[in-house]
């Protein structure tokens, strides 16, 4: 087991254990930019080069920001089979915007989508014509996002709102 | 940047801001990302945004706090209004203009980064890229950069309250 994260900085825990055969990292608290390298750098430490599954168990991450989605993805690489297993709601979502739930073998499966809520801006029709993922792959988008009310709306910000200046 | 409040541009303020008091001002660096999340949160539901939508209000706003501590000044400031039917969120942080890399500059459609363009439409895509994901959940983003600092504003629509 191991505690990684500074005082006042995103804190994780890493457990790790053998489950029939198949290493299982169980890994909670908040991965975050301030200690991604860290749980990289432990996560590391318990794969050897005959680890050719892996399972993260991720129900207790409460937090996780793209540099987890990198080390999920870098991990991914060096190891066959990686599977990601019960992620908190955080951690499903940016697995889905990032159109990783395949690669990850996210379990249990299911609509990681948003589910449409009455009134919800997220309309339930998605739009076929997917975008591309920075990761390779489609990601589906929103058919129509909701327009914001125009009295709202921030001004246009122009180039004139930031004069250049040279005596920085 | 020389002012004793940097963050205080009259150009940028708009009247809706102007007018609307924050409902969240709180500065932020390495040390401080996980208690700017709690109370970005908060706010979230303060202002009823539905469960899911404040998951994506969080990833966001973290994701911008988090590019102002990695690749700005270190530190920045978030600001948050809620104001008819919306909630704006405001990042600025004084360190110096995005640096485009070869590949971020293919991304983009018109290739130069000339003032006055919106660095957040043509954002690269890259792995890992947390503004590209606070793009994607947003309603609308608006990055300006320069040598002086960079702001990035990110609107989320609230739902429709039913009557």
Not at chain 1, 53 to 58: G, T, V, Y
Not at chain 2, 128 to 134: D, E, F, R
């Amino acid at each position: 087991m191991a505690e990684i994260g500074q005082a006042g900085f995103a804190a994780a825990r890493l457990e790790a254990r053998e489950e029939d055969g198949v290493l299982v990292l169980r890994l909670s608290g908040e991965l975050d930019v301030t200690n991604a390298k860290q749980v990289r750098s432990a996560v590391d430490a318990v794969l050897s080069s005959e680890t050719e599954r892996l399972i993260f168990e991720l129900e207790g991450l409460q937090f996780m920001d793209s540099s987890g989605i990198a080390m999920l993805v870098s991990v991914a690489h060096k190891v066959r089979e990686v599977q990601v297993r019960n992620p908190s709601t955080i951690v499903r979502r940016l697995i889905e915007l990032t159109g990783l739930a395949d690669a990850l073998h996210v379990t249990p499966s299911g609509p990681v989508s948003l589910p449409a809520v009455p009134g919800h801006l997220r309309p339930a029709v998605w739009d076929a014509s997917c975008v591309r993922s920075p990761f390779g792959r489609a990601v589906q988008r929103d058919a129509q996002r909701r327009p914001l009310p125009s009295a709202t709306r921030f001004q246009q910000l122009s180039a004139d709102d930031r004069q250049p200046d040279g005596d920085r | 940047m020389t002012s004793d409040e940097p963050t205080a541009q009259p150009g940028w303020q708009t009247q809706d801001e102007a007018s609307a008091p924050s409902v969240l001002d709180q500065c932020f660096d390495a040390s401080s990302l996980s208690a700017l999340r709690t109370a970005t949160q908060a706010c979230a539901a303060q202002a009823r945004m539905p469960a899911e939508r404040a998951t994506d209000v969080v990833i966001a706003l973290h994701e911008l706090a988090a590019n102002a501590v990695r690749h700005g000044a270190g530190s920045g400031r978030l600001r948050i209004w809620d104001h008819i039917g919306a909630l704006y969120c405001r990042v600025d942080d004084d360190g110096p203009a995005f640096t485009l890399s070869k590949g971020h500059r293919d991304a983009g459609t018109d290739g130069a980064g000339s003032a006055g363009q919106n660095l957040a439409d043509r954002w690269p895509r890259e792995p890992g890229h947390g503004l590209w994901l606070a793009r994607q959940v947003a309603d609308q983003m608006t990055l300006r950069s320069d040598s002086r600092g960079t702001i990035a504003v990110i609107t989320f629509a609230m739902p429709a309250i039913p009557s």
